[in-house]
Every structure is written in C-alpha cells, then in structure tokens.
C-alpha cells in the first residue's frame, strides 16, 4: 500500500515537472521563466520595456505547445499594452501563431466591421544558416462597415539569414545570427494607411527570443530593442 502510494506521487510530480519544462531543438522551454526586452528610440534613451513569461507548456504529439504572455511598459513602468502568443516548437521550427500577433483589444476595434481574418505563421528554425531563406507570414482581413469595406494586411516578408556575429547585450555574449526582413502595414477604409519598416534582428540557437531588434524606415533608424534579462 505505501509503495503504490509512493509511486502515485512519484508519477504525479513526473507528470507536474514535464508540464511545465521542456527541451526542444535545443530550447528549454519552462513555464514561469520568461526575457525582458529594454526599447531605445534613435538616439539610445530607454523608452520602456516589454515582459514575456512563458506559460501552459504542454505536449502536442511530439510538440512542445506553450503561451507566452507579454507586457509593454512605458519609461516609467505603467503598463501600456497586454497581449498572449501561442507557440509551437516541433525540434526543428518555432512558430509563433499569428493569430496572436493582434491582440484582444485591438480586435475589439473591429468588432462592427465583421472582419474575417486569414493568416501565415511566423516560423524561426532551431538551427540557422547563412543565406538561408525564411518563410514569409502575414495576418490580412477583410469586412464591411455599412457600405464601406475594409482591408488589412500586416505583412512580414523577404525574411532572410544574413550573416553571423558575436554581440554583446546585457543578457550575456552570444554567437547570434543576423535576419533581415521587411515588414508592411496596409489598411484601407474609405482612404489607405500605409507603413513600411525594415528590421535586423539578432537570434542565438538555444534562445527562445530575439537577443537584439533594429527598426528602420527608409534607411533611418527609428529604434531597437535589448534583451536585457533572462529568467
């Protein structure tokens, strides 16, 4: 009786223990650990920070399947903006759903528009090359607004490996992989509002997240973003 006692709770804390870490492609994966990214505008200030805590891991198949919460906070540390990205690592690809790449409050600004949405992933191998060639995602939606329609398209393209270099952040020193890609923003109701963007970021194998993001518009640095803490 007390063995089959002491096996039940030995399974029990297997079971607990498995649910909330786990390796994937070389990322440890582990609920309640997270990354604090730091944001600078163009001339270096510090402008806020964004938190990410990862949580619910779980297994899907041979899939770890986990949600990352996020908070942007402002220079002083108010809270600015919340958000949930549901992710998949299968040992070879990280996806990021992009479904979560507009967040509950932003959808409640379509809510009478009957906005139907279609969307690719964004995809991040667990091992990089040089030259390598990464996939494209985007969200686009479309709806109507009594006779006006809409349009949105956030795209996320000509993602590509450009090179490898060790950089320094705060977080530590890394053998980081430097992706480029471009990133456009279209929404059209009655007018179109357009945005483009280039980004440079800086990823290391066995990282969840970016190490380094530079933003630019037509060539200019508009800021880039740190990550400053692990844990």
């Not at 507009?102 to 969307?119: A, R």
């Not at 349009?151 to 980081?176: C, H, K, Y």
Request: with cysteine; glycine share 8%; proline share 2%.
């Amino acid at each position: 009786m007390k063995k089959t006692l002491l096996w039940s709770i030995l399974m029990l804390l297997c079971i607990h223990i498995e649910s909330i870490a786990q390796e994937c492609g070389g990322i440890i994966i582990k609920q309640d650990s997270g990354f604090e990214m730091t944001n600078f505008d163009a001339k270096g200030k510090e402008t806020g920070k964004i938190i990410y805590k990862i949580v619910n891991v779980s297994q899907e198949g041979s899939a770890t399947v986990f949600s990352v919460d996020m908070e942007a906070l402002n220079a002083k540390g108010k809270s600015e903006l919340k958000n949930t990205y549901q992710m998949k690592c299968d040992g070879n690809v990280t996806t990021v759903d992009a479904k979560s790449l507009i967040s509950q409050e932003q959808l409640k600004s379509f809510k009478d528009m009957e906005m139907k949405f279609t969307y690719d992933n964004i995809e991040y191998p667990t091992k990089y090359v040089v030259g390598e060639k990464l996939k494209d995602a985007s969200v686009k939606g479309t709806g109507q607004s009594g006779p006006m329609s809409i349009t949105f398209d956030m795209l996320i393209r000509n993602r590509s490996v450009v090179g490898q270099e060790n950089i320094t952040i705060p977080s530590g020193t890394f053998d980081a992989y430097k992706i480029k890609s471009e990133m456009a923003f279209e929404m059209k109701m009655g007018f179109p509002v357009k945005m483009e963007m280039e980004s440079i970021s800086y990823r290391a194998p066995g990282v969840l997240w970016d190490l380094k993001t530079e933003t630019y518009r037509k060539g200019k640095l508009m800021g880039h973003s740190e990550l400053t803490k692990i844990f």
